[in-house]
């Protein structure tokens, strides 16, 4: 039962051009989500997050949005550069008591080329 | 600051052997956590221990056992390995289980069962 997922494997983009990152999630207890960039022989290192009472959370050229109604969020990198080609992960918590308390569950993850 | 370090980075073991994983924080964090990643299946929790002294199951535990020596170390031990469990695993760590905050990640531990 995979409560997280990236249905993209894989993304290619231009340099320059917006990248757009997709994840969807099948449990409502979920109340916060993140996103996470890894480059290969490395672990994964924290991007950006979203609490469930926002929509939208901008850091710099990372922007993540949230549809709650939809159960879906993405990650939009504008303008994308080529050292952003990584693996990104979507990860999703809850606070809201039992089994998923504190634990992140992680999406496939998404392989991002971007072309200079 | 290291931050999350894991030892060894790399290992191969052959079906039935067994060895164990160590992981250290030097973050005063509470919650640690032991993730494999497996191509197309993400990260998977293995085991998790929200503080000292406590341990629960995470998504797939079967095969592993962990201990956490004290706040700052979490180990995870292979007692009878098995090819399936070739795989890269994170040990993680986090202030408080309860928090938004994200996890730290250490480096990896590449294990392969042949």
């Known amino acids: 039962d995979q409560q997280v997922k990236q249905n993209s494997p894989s993304l290619s983009v231009q340099e320059g051009r917006i990248s757009i990152l997709n994840c969807d999630y099948t449990?409502?207890?979920?109340?916060?989500f993140l996103w996470y960039k890894k480059y290969p022989a490395e672990g994964p290192t924290f991007l950006i997050s979203?609490?469930?009472?926002?929509d939208k959370n901008e850091d710099g050229r990372f922007t993540v949005f949230l549809n709650k109604s939809a159960k879906h969020l993405s990650l939009h990198i504008v303008p994308s550069q080529p050292g952003d080609s990584a693996v990104y992960f979507c990860a999703a918590g809850s606070n809201a008591g039992g089994t998923s308390y504190g634990k992140l569950t992680f999406g496939q993850g998404t392989i991002l080329t971007v072309h200079p | 600051n290291a931050g999350v370090t894991q030892t060894p980075k790399f290992q191969v073991l052959k079906t039935g052997q067994s060895m164990t994983l160590q992981c250290a924080q030097d973050m005063n964090h509470n919650s640690m956590y032991w993730y494999r990643q497996d191509p197309g299946m993400g990260l998977r929790l293995i085991y998790y221990?929200?503080?000292?002294?406590?341990?629960d199951k995470g998504e797939v535990p079967n095969g592993y056992n962990v201990s956490r020596l004290n706040k700052r170390e979490f180990s995870l031990r292979l007692e009878s390995a098995a090819p399936s469990q070739t795989s890269v695993y994170f040990c993680?760590?986090?202030?408080?289980?309860?928090?938004?905050?994200?996890?730290?990640f250490g480096e990896g531990s590449r294990l392969t069962v042949l």
């Open positions: 221990s929200a503080s000292e002294g406590t341990t």
């Open positions: 993680a760590s986090r202030s408080e289980p309860g928090s938004t905050g994200e996890l730290f």
């Open positions: 449990n409502s207890m979920f109340d916060y």
């Open positions: 979203i609490s469930s009472i926002k």
